[in-house]
């Protein structure tokens, strides 16, 4: 399976990709490519709430604001859940995503390995992150009252 199609938006060739690994046995690679790939999808995401909210012109100062795209990071989840009127971080994995991003890091900043269950775990949430995100952006928008 070509896990780079070009019929792909860049955050699925990522998750395949880390699906791919997890497949091979590369645990490692598997859970720093799916935090990759929800960074790459909220980066996405942020880009279609700023024209949802009739607010791109601001794009470029909130990018300045942020250090990255990690959902995890407070600043990040904050601005999407004040976009998407999503309170995403009361959903029942968001305490399972917050210990993926945690595990992340510790394999890529402290050298750590990842086990077989640790990585699928990591998966799953990624994909519920994503399937959240999209649910609720294509839900009917409520309107202000």
């Known amino acids: ?19 791919s690994a997890y497949d091979e046995g ?12 929800v960074e790459v999808f909220t980066e996405k995401t942020l880009g279609q709430l700023y024209h949802r909210r ?9 990018e300045n604001l ?6 995890g990071n ?9 976009l998407a009127d999503d309170n995403i971080n009361q959903q029942s994995f968001w305490k399972a995503f917050t210990d993926h991003v945690g595990l992340r890091n510790d394999l890529v900043h402290d050298g750590a390995d990842a086990t077989a269950d640790q990585a699928a775990v990591s998966l799953k949430v990624v994909g519920q992150i994503i399937g959240h995100i999209t649910d609720h952006l294509a839900a009917p928008q409520k309107v202000p009252v």
């Open 54 to 62: 009739d607010i791109a012109y601001l794009k470029p100062e909130f």
């Open 74 to 82: 407070a600043k990040v989840s904050g601005l999407y859940m004040a």
């Open 66 to 71: 942020l250090i990255n795209y990690n959902l």
């Open 1 to 19: 399976m070509d896990t780079f199609s070009t019929n792909r938006e860049p955050y699925q060739s990522l998750l395949a990709s880390a699906h």
């Open 26 to 37: 590369d645990y490692k690679v598997a859970v720093i490519l799916a935090q990759t790939a």
